[in-house]
């Protein structure tokens, strides 16, 4: 488990790197900001993370996002988590279908209703629920924050926040962090992307 020592060190070391190699890549590229935002490569990605939860260690996330029919969008997802202090599996699986739709010429906001499974490590749950973001784009940055609600049902209800932001390396790849609320509790969660 990650100590705040380590995320604090992690997230400090990932901000260095990428404000040193900014520079650098804008004399690369064609000195044209990126679009702001840009909705085919918020929603077209893979991506691969790491979180650190404050009720259950670490997991690993893979997540896809497809944009099948602008503006709507199908999402999944596949949490491997630390397992329990019985050797149960902390496992989550979820997906999500949404719509986008533009606030201004800066912002999008998206809504979506998600379902999936949940093994709590001694009870496994089927849960659904609702979630909405708002997110722009600075130039390479893309901030985002979001509100969600999920009722499990076989352990209650619970309200989730998120908020991040990506660095587009490039137009196609990202790095990213962002903190959230998720099935084993607030954590913050280190990934990096590939946009289509």
Known sequence: MMTSYNKVFALTVMVTAL???????????????????????????????????DHGADSIIIEGSYQFSSPWFVSA??????DGPFGNGRDAQGLKLGRYLWLSDTVIADFSGRVGNVDFGVDDSGYWGVEGNLRTRID?????????WVDYTDAGSDSQYQFGTRFYVTPEFAVGARYQDSE?????????????
């Not at 997802?77 to 630390?82: I, S």
């Not at 390479?140 to 979001?146: I, K, S």
């Not at 084993?184 to 289509?196: N, P, V």
Request: net charge negative; proline share 5%.
């Open 77 to 82: 997802y596949v949490r491997d988590g630390d």
């Open 19 to 53: 404000a040193a190699a900014t520079p650098a890549l804008a004399h690369t590229q064609n000195q044209s900001p990126f679009e702001s935002p840009q909705t085919q490569r918020a929603f077209n990605f893979l991506s691969a993370g790491i979180a650190d939860h």
């Open 140 to 148: 390479r940055f893309e901030l985002f924050a979001g509100l969600g």
């Open 184 to 196: 084993f509790g607030d954590g913050l969660r280190i990934e990096a992307s590939y946009h289509f």
